[in-house]
C-alpha cells in the first residue's frame, strides 16, 4: 500500500450536506480498489453467513462468525448484531477469509439480559452511535498496545450507553442501546432521508454543529452506499442531544483540516482478527483504527477525541482496571 499519509491526501472532499445541526461532507478516495467481498449484509441476506455465541454458555467478548461463501466477508466496527444471549456491537473492523469460522471481539450493548433469544444473530439497521465508537476504539488501541488482543473496556461501554438512554429518555427493561434509536426512529429517518449516498462517494466526514467528529472510508463506493444509512443514524443520534445550540454548520476548510490532521496522524500496525492488518490511529487529538489488505486500505474509521474520550497513549498501569474486569465478561 502507498504511504498512509500518501493515500489520504488523495482523498477528496465531495459533496456537503446538512440536516438540522448534523452536517456530512462526502469523501471521495482514490481509484477503486479491486479486492472481491461480500459485506455482512450481502452475506447474512443471502445464506452464507451466520453468528452465534461460541458455546452455550456464551462469552460476553466474543462471537463466532461461520462464513460459507467462496469470498472473505467484510465486518465493520460498529455493526451491531441482534439476539442470542444479548446484543452485541462489533470492536474492530474484520474480513473473515473465506469458508472459515473465526472469533470476532464484540462489545455487550444490552447489559441486563443473558439469556438466549434465538440460536443466532440478525443484523441491526445502525451501529454503535459514534461517541461510543471513539471510546471503544480508544480502549481497544489500549488493550493491543498491553496485549495484543482486540477487547474495549466493557464497563464504558454500559456507563455510556445508560448516561445516553438517560440523557435522551429511552429507558430499557434490558438496558439495551437499540431502545435509543427505536424511541427516535422518526427523526433518525429524516437524517437518513436527507444525508444520502453521492455518486463517487467512498465515505463520509461528519459534523455536529461547527465541530467535527469523525469520518469512515470505505475502498469502494458500494460498501459506502450500503453502510452510510447506519452511519447516518449513529452521528444523528449524538447530534439530537444538542439540538437547539450550536447549529452553525461545520466549513470545507475545516473538514479539509481535520482530514490533514488523519493524514499526518502516525499509524501502528498489529494483526487482525481474520485477514490482514488491523491499524490503529495514534494523532494528537484523534482516535481510531481501520483494516489493511495486501497493501489496500479497505475501512478506516476516526474520530475526534472529546474530554471524555480515554487515551490512547495511557500506559500499562492504566490497563490494570481492564484487565481486572475481563474475569466478568465471560458470563452474566
Not at 455465541?53 to 462464513?67: A, M, T
Not at 465486518?75 to 474480513?95: F, H, M, P, S, Y
Not at 437499540?178 to 444525508?195: K, N, P, T
Not at 480515554?310 to 500499562?316: D, E, M, N, Q
Request: with cysteine; glycine share 10%.
Amino acid at each position: 500500500m502507498k504511504s498512509f499519509s500518501k493515500y489520504l491526501s488523495e482523498v477528496k472532499l465531495g459533496e456537503m450536506k446538512v440536516c438540522d445541526n448534523l452536517t456530512m461532507f462526502g469523501l471521495e478516495g482514490p481509484a477503486e480498489q479491486t479486492l472481491d467481498y461480500l459485506t455482512l449484509h450481502e452475506a447474512m441476506t443471502r445464506g452464507f453467513a451466520r453468528v452465534s455465541e461460541i458455546s452455550d454458555n456464551g462469552s460476553v467478548p466474543e462471537l463466532l462468525f461461520e462464513n460459507s461463501a467462496d469470498l472473505p466477508v467484510l465486518i465493520l466496527d460498529g455493526e451491531e448484531l441482534l439476539g442470542a444471549k444479548q446484543n452485541r456491537t462489533v470492536n474492530v473492523t474484520v474480513l473473515a477469509p473465506a469458508r472459515e469460522t473465526v472469533k470476532i471481539p464484540v462489545s455487550c450493548v444490552e447489559a441486563g439480559r443473558w439469556r438466549h433469544e434465538t440460536a443466532h444473530f440478525a443484523m441491526s439497521d445502525r451501529h454503535h452511535f459514534a461517541q461510543g465508537r471513539a471510546v471503544k476504539a480508544a480502549t481497544v488501541s489500549r488493550s493491543l498496545e498491553v496485549d495484543g488482543s482486540h477487547r474495549a473496556d466493557q464497563q464504558r461501554v454500559w456507563a455510556d450507553i445508560s448516561a445516553k438512554a438517560a440523557r435522551l429518555g429511552a429507558p430499557s427493561p434490558t438496558q439495551a442501546m437499540g431502545e435509543i434509536f427505536d424511541r427516535h426512529q422518526r427523526s433518525l429517518d429524516g437524517f437518513v432521508a436527507a444525508l444520502t449516498h453521492s455518486e463517487f462517494q467512498t465515505g463520509a466526514l461528519f459534523a455536529i454543529g461547527s465541530e467535527v467528529m469523525g469520518l469512515d472510508l470505505f475502498d469502494r463506493h458500494a460498501t459506502c452506499a450500503m453502510v452510510l444509512p447506519k452511519l447516518v443514524r449513529s452521528y444523528a443520534i449524538d447530534a439530537m442531544e444538542t439540538r437547539g445550540g450550536n447549529r452553525a454548520p461545520a466549513k470545507r476548510k475545516e473538514a479539509r483540516a481535520f482530514l490533514e490532521d488523519v493524514a499526518a496522524a502516525k499509524i501502528r500496525r498489529f494483526g487482525a482478527v481474520g485477514l490482514g492488518s488491523d491499524l490503529r490511529l495514534d494523532g494528537a487529538g484523534l482516535v481510531g483504527g481501520g483494516l489493511a489488505v495486501d497493501g489496500k486500505l479497505i475501512h478506516l474509521a476516526v474520530f475526534a477525541m472529546r474530554p471524555e474520550t480515554p487515551s490512547c497513549g495511557v500506559g500499562f498501569e492504566g490497563m490494570a482496571s481492564i484487565r481486572s474486569r475481563r474475569g466478568s465478561f465471560r458470563g452474566q
